[in-house]
């Protein structure tokens, strides 16, 4: 996801790091902001904790984290004329919330608010946004498909999905929900998490 280093600002750099582990001391305390963003397809419920807390050690004592995600398994769809069904774009949306348990993807984002308090962070705060604007609503729609498409294809290939049976089951299923996007002009929405917190000084 690195873009070219042509494209970038001279004093933006990017490394590879898994987030569950240790950073390399000289990054420690070193930041006045931490910005995280949209893994909540990747953590499972119990990597988000751990996840808090490393990231914590980035900070600057009263740094702050950000911490921006999105209540995927809260994801509706909303726009369905009167008297139709989008059965497939539901049935698409009803495996994608499935699949996430199954792989044990935590289900409820307002946790995080928790976590940060717990895990010793002060100042929280949270604020909560409706992904529901008629200007982004192609770009939604296409990222949740996207999404859908992604973690069943995971799924698949870890045996963990009894209703496909293969990966073009699943690119049916795709254009099927893409189908009914277009054809109901009904649209994917769901909230996105902004969770704040300081670290103490
Ligand atoms: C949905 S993408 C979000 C990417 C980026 N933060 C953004 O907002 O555009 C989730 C990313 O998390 C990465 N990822 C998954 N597990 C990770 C881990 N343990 N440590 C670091 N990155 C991880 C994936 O490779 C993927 O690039």
């Known amino acids: 996801?690195?873009?070219?280093?042509?494209?970038?600002?001279?004093?933006?750099?990017?490394?590879?790091?898994?987030?569950?582990?240790?950073?390399?001391?000289?990054?420690?305390?070193?930041?006045?902001?931490?910005?995280?963003?949209?893994?909540?397809?990747?953590?499972s419920s119990n990597e988000w904790e751990p996840a808090v807390r490393?990231?914590?050690?980035?900070?600057?004592?009263?740094?702050?984290?950000?911490?921006?995600?999105?209540a995927a398994h809260d994801c509706v769809i909303k726009g369905v004329p009167e008297g139709k069904q989008a059965s497939n774009a539901q049935r698409g949306l009803d495996l994608f919330r499935k699949t996430l348990n199954t792989l044990g993807k935590t289900s409820n984002i307002a946790i995080l608010h928790s976590i940060?308090?717990?895990?010793?962070?002060?100042?929280?705060?949270?604020e909560i946004c409706s992904l529901d604007n008629p200007e982004t609503r192609e770009n939604v729609n296409l990222a949740v498909v996207v999404g859908i498409q992604h973690i069943l294809t995971a799924a698949f290939k870890l045996h963990k999905l009894?209703?496909?049976?293969?990966?073009?089951?699943?690119?049916?299923?795709?254009e099927a929900v893409l189908g009914d996007l277009h054809d109901m002009s009904c649209y994917f929405?769901?909230?996105?998490?902004?969770?704040?917190?300081?670290?103490?000084?």
């Open 116 to 126: 940060f308090q717990k895990s010793g962070l002060v100042s929280c705060e949270e």
């Open 162 to 174: 009894d209703e496909i049976q293969s990966i073009d089951q699943i690119m049916e299923l795709k």
């Open 1 to 43: 996801m690195f873009p070219s280093k042509d494209a970038l600002p001279a004093n933006i750099a990017f490394h590879h790091q898994n987030l569950l582990l240790p950073f390399p001391d000289e990054y420690i305390g070193k930041y006045d902001v931490v910005n995280v963003r949209v893994m909540v397809v990747a953590l």
């Open 54 to 70: 490393n990231m914590m050690t980035l900070l600057k004592p009263g740094g702050y984290l950000q911490w921006i995600d999105c």
């Open 189 to 201: 929405c769901y909230d996105v998490y902004v969770v704040v917190g300081r670290k103490l000084d």
